[in-house]
């Protein structure tokens, strides 16, 4: 397993403030073993100190055999875990899953849509000592309605306790790297600070790494059956995850006049096009079409009579999507901020 991913250094990080953080974020290409890794610190850490942990998923069609899936590639490649029986107990209607390992109560699995219903019995999860949440960031921007807030409401209830409002209750955010217009980094403000040579990086209650693993990558682009679709960008992403992170990515000049036009998006006063190219790809540039019928702001400054209303508006849906897969072309760096502002709402 010495080709895998290790976060020994992350997990012993500091946050920007010097003390220690209570979220821990890891992203990298796909295979490289960092889920591996975390949920294998979940196993030991309740084998060798009897801390139970909280499996996170977003819907309640997710919980059944969740756990069944989190032990197995562990209990074949961890010696000593083979031997490991897990189950699982549906307790208050679905509304949260018991876990076990050889009978022992070792965890729950929770979803983020049953956030009101956990708000409610938060005192169940006094003796959970730590949270994993994988695939945090979705492939397919199939996020719960109003994730954030259901994902900060569950842990304020789970985190009471222990004698405080607030108790210290780590969470282990693991995924493959997909965009950096994810709710989380929005939110957190990482979308602004990360490029294609962030690999470590601190916030006010955070760390994160940015992984990849070169030996995976290879097996990725270098399988029989994916050299059949090596032009897929899909297959670009999960072999190398930092192209929509590299700053200058996608930057060109192009020339509209053979394209179709799609929308108008105003940032700070200035208007800027938003054209459907001859290969497919969107493309944004400066001196877009100010009486366009269709326009989008990237913020309330600029909203006006006849603006598109951003949460309620399915093209800002497709073109996050669009973005996700590398169909994006941008004129100038501005042009791609402006895109990266405008998609990042939600």
């Known amino acids: 397993m010495s080709d895998f991913y290790n976060g020994d250094k992350l997990c012993n990080m500091r946050d920007l403030d010097g003390e220690v953080p209570e979220i821990i974020i890891c992203c990298g290409n796909r295979t490289a073993g960092k889920s591996f890794y975390f949920k294998r610190k979940m196993i030991l850490n309740f084998l060798e100190h009897g801390i139970k942990f909280i499996i996170l998923c977003r819907k309640v069609n997710e919980m059944k055999g969740l756990f069944e899936a989190f032990m197995s590639d562990l ?14 107990e549906s307790c208050q209607r679905g509304l949260y899953m018991k876990i076990y390992l050889n009978g022992e109560h070792c965890g729950y699995v929770l979803y983020l849509n049953s956030s009101d219903g956990i708000r409610r019995i938060s005192s169940q999860f006094i003796d959970a000592g730590a949270v994993i949440f994988d695939e945090f960031q979705s492939e397919t921007e199939s996020y719960v309605d109003d994730e954030i807030r259901k994902f900060l409401s569950i842990r304020t209830s789970i985190a009471r306790g222990g004698g405080k409002h607030i108790r210290f209750l780590p969470y282990y955010m693991v995924s493959n790297t997909v965009s950096v217009l994810n709710p989380y980094f929005v939110e957190m403000g990482i979308h602004k600070r990360v490029d294609g040579k962030t690999r470590f990086l601190r916030g006010h209650g955070f760390v994160m790494e940015i992984t990849k693993n070169e030996t995976a990558a290879k097996e990725i682009q270098q399988s029989r059956f994916n050299l059949a679709f090596s032009n897929s960008e899909y297959l670009k992403f999960a072999a190398d995850n930092t192209y929509l992170l590299d700053s200058n990515a996608f930057v060109e000049k192009l020339d509209v006049k053979n394209f179709s036009y799609q929308a108008t998006v105003i940032s700070n006063g200035k208007f800027f096009g938003v054209w459907l190219t001859n290969s497919g790809n969107l493309y ?13 702001a990237t913020s309330v400054n600029d909203m006006k009579p006849g603006v598109a209303h951003i949460r309620a508006n399915p093209v800002l849906q497709e073109w996050r999507v669009r973005f996700n897969m590398g169909y994006w072309r941008f004129q100038t760096l ?12 939600r």
């Open 334 to 345: 501005e042009c791609k901020s402006v895109i990266i502002d405008l998609l990042s709402q």
């Open 284 to 296: 944004i540039a400066q001196n877009g079409d100010s009486g366009y019928w269709l326009k989008f």
């Open 75 to 88: 209990k074949e490649n961890v010696p000593g875990f083979e031997h490991l029986q897990e189950s699982e």
